[in-house]
């Protein structure tokens, strides 16, 4: 159990929380202790009935059954790998812009989840943070389940039709990647590689909660280090360098 306590501690403290949510309150509908009924997105129940937590629950809670089961830890796994790469990665240093990118593609996905009549958001949240990742490290060459290979930009895309052949939908993971496109295009992209304004920036009272560490305030649409670095190094012109990432699997 110590070595249990020591990995789970280990585990950047944002995807730690979010983890531990993601476990726990489906365990909680699966032991009856709440009913499942009250931990879906039902807009009616939170439009009309002002059942307010709806939103929330909904985001973490997944019907774990026998026919579900499998498709809830893979999802699960990549909640854990690829959060805990850009908590410590992309985002090292700068835990309320990752709080922020974390809130600003829950209430896009809120918002269309109430418009589509969507009643689980945990797979469009776990996949809008890997199409995230997949974007920052985009050139690199991943490998997948039975040794195949390709660019990380791919790696949505991917998953999208291995969630499907597993029993998830189409929609969720569609939904996932298109918020995911939208925080990237308005994060990086639009301001770095366009020149545009930067449309989102992190609230300042998120940094009092969450301070940066290795000196300074981040905000969006400012690279993190090491894509800074890269742009250096290529003479600060041109197309971004997104940085290198990690292979599947890797610690």
């Known amino acids: 159990m110590s070595d249990i306590g020591d990995w789970f501690r280990s585990i950047p403290a944002i995807t730690r929380y979010w983890f531990a949510a993601t476990v726990a309150v489906p365990l909680v509908g699966k032991l009856g202790l709440i009913s499942p009924a009250y931990l879906f997105l039902w807009p009616e129940a939170f439009l009309y009935r002002f059942q307010v937590w709806r939103p929330v629950t909904a985001t973490f809670y997944f019907p774990v059954g026998p026919g579900t089961g499998f498709l809830y830890l893979v999802n699960l796994y990549f909640l854990y790998q690829y959060s805990t790469r850009l908590e410590t990665g992309a985002f090292d240093g700068r835990p309320a812009d990752y709080l ?27 996949m809008s943070v890997l199409y995230v990742w997949a974007q920052l490290n985009r050139d690199m060459i991943v490998s997948f389940w039975f040794g195949t290979r390709f660019k990380a930009c791919y790696l949505p895309w991917v998953i999208l039709g291995f969630n499907y052949i597993i029993g998830g939908s189409v929609i969720n993971e569609l939904i996932g990647n298109l918020v995911g496109h939208l925080y990237f295009f308005l994060m990086f992209r639009y301001p770095m590689d366009l020149g545009g304004r930067n449309f989102l920036s992190t609230p300042q009272f998120l940094y009092r909660w969450l301070p940066s560490r290795r000196g300074g305030v981040s905000g969006f649409g400012v690279p993190p280090a090491s894509m800074r670095r890269a742009a250096d190094q290529n003479g600060g012109g041109g197309r971004h360098n997104w940085g290198q990432g990690f292979r599947l699997g890797d610690q």
């Open 100 to 126: 922020f990118m974390l809130l600003f593609n829950w209430i896009c996905i809120v918002i269309t989840g109430l418009a589509m009549d969507m009643q689980l958001l945990m797979i469009p949240l776990i």
